[in-house]
Nanobody, 122 residues
Framework: EVQLVESGGGLVQAGGSLRLSCAAS????????IAWFRQAPGKEREAVSCISSSGTTFYKDSVKGRFTISKDNAKNKNTVDLQMNSLKPEDTAVYYC??????????????WGQGTQVTVSS
């Protein structure tokens, strides 16, 4: 069974930090790019960051310098983390991880996680 399970969301004050984790199983993790998306109430889902199968990272302009994506390919690990620092109220959203063929706006998304809520209070 394919699974992408996010964890680490929560409530934090502006300027604080959170670390999200995406645990993958049931598919060939090494062959996929893993992306983080977010969706705020009343807004469309947007891509936040992506790490390719080779480890190249990409970030949305508004999170550059604040968010860091990383992955662990170790046996039985298969996780991708998103370290979020200097959080702002506008970062409030449900965050989803997704397995994609590559990191590009037109990349097909194969699998989605269920999402984790991040709330940043002002």
């Amino acid at each position: 069974e394919v699974q992408l399970v996010e964890s680490g969301g929560g409530l934090v004050q502006a300027g604080g930090s959170l670390r999200l984790s995406c645990a993958a199983s049931g598919f060939t993790f090494e062959g996929y790019a893993i992306a983080w998306f977010r969706q705020a109430p009343g807004k469309e889902r947007e891509a936040v960051s992506c790490i390719s199968s080779s480890g190249t990272t990409f970030y949305k302009d508004s999170v550059k310098g604040r968010f860091t994506i990383s992955k662990d390919n170790a046996k039985n690990k298969n996780t991708v983390d998103l370290q979020m620092n200097s959080l702002k109220p506008e970062d409030t959203a449900v965050y989803y991880c997704a397995a994609r063929l590559y990191c590009s706006a037109d990349a097909p998304t194969r699998y989605w996680g269920q999402g984790t809520q991040v709330t940043v209070s002002s």
